[in-house]
Each structure stands twice: as structure tokens, then as C-alpha cells.
């Protein structure tokens, strides 16, 4: 049974960082395109960040380039997301997914974490 399972999240002060992390047991992340979302409450989930599963593209929601990094690390059979500067509009749960495919219009959604609490204040 596919599990993909994130942590990391917590309480951060603005200007801060977390980095999740979004670990994975009965598939091969590496063959996999990956995405974070987000869901904010009373707003709707929303892509926030993928990485392709062939070459390794990545994409991000506007509000967040420059300041979050998507990555592999194919040894762990994780995927990461390095969130540095973050905003009180940054408060959200945020989940990873795995898919098959990524682009800056389509994310992956075929399988889901269960999420991990992102709250920024001070």
C-alpha cells in the first residue's frame, strides 16, 4: 500500500524556515513526479511547489519563488521543501502528493500524505 508521509511542519516566526520533508514507502519516489500543496483554513487547497519525475523541472506558485526549494533525495526516497522567509500568509496544512506528471498547470494528485501544520507567527 503506497504511503507518503510528511513532517516538519511547527510554529515558526515570520522570517523563518522549516524544511518538510514528504518520505514515501511502497513506491520509488525517484519515478515519481511530486508536488506540495497547501490549504489554508477556509480557502482551498492550492499546488505550491512540484518536481518532474524525468528531468527534475521544477515549478512554484508565484508567492513563493524565491523563497521555497523543492528537492530529491533519492537515497532516503524522500522529497523535500525548504521554506525560508516565511509569511503569516505562508499558515496552512501542507501536504505532499505523487503523480505522474508536473507542469506549471497540472500538478500530481494520485496519491496523498496525510499533511503536516504549518503555522507562522509571532
Known amino acids: 500500500q503506497v504511503q507518503l508521509v510528511e513532517s516538519g511542519g511547527g510554529l515558526v516566526q515570520p522570517g523563518g524556515s522549516l524544511r518538510l520533508s514528504c518520505a514515501a514507502s511502497?513506491?520509488?519516489?525517484?519515478?515519481?513526479?511530486i508536488g506540495w500543496f497547501r490549504q489554508a483554513p477556509g480557502k482551498e487547497r492550492e499546488g505550491v511547489s512540484c518536481?518532474?519525475?524525468?528531468?527534475?523541472?521544477?515549478y512554484y506558485l508565484d508567492s513563493v519563488k524565491g523563497r521555497f526549494t523543492i528537492s530529491r533525495h533519492n537515497a532516503k526516497n524522500t522529497v523535500y521543501l525548504q521554506m525560508n522567509s516565511l509569511k503569516p500568509e505562508d499558515t496552512a496544512v501542507y501536504y505532499c502528493?505523487?503523480?505522474?506528471?508536473?507542469?506549471?498547470?497540472?500538478?500530481?494528485?494520485?496519491?496523498w500524505g496525510q499533511g503536516t501544520q504549518v503555522t507562522v507567527s509571532s
Open positions: 502528493a505523487a503523480g505522474t506528471s508536473c507542469s506549471d498547470t497540472y500538478y500530481p494528485h494520485d496519491f
Open positions: 511502497a513506491i520509488t519516489l525517484d519515478y515519481y513526479a
Open positions: 518536481i518532474s519525475s524525468s528531468d527534475d523541472n521544477t
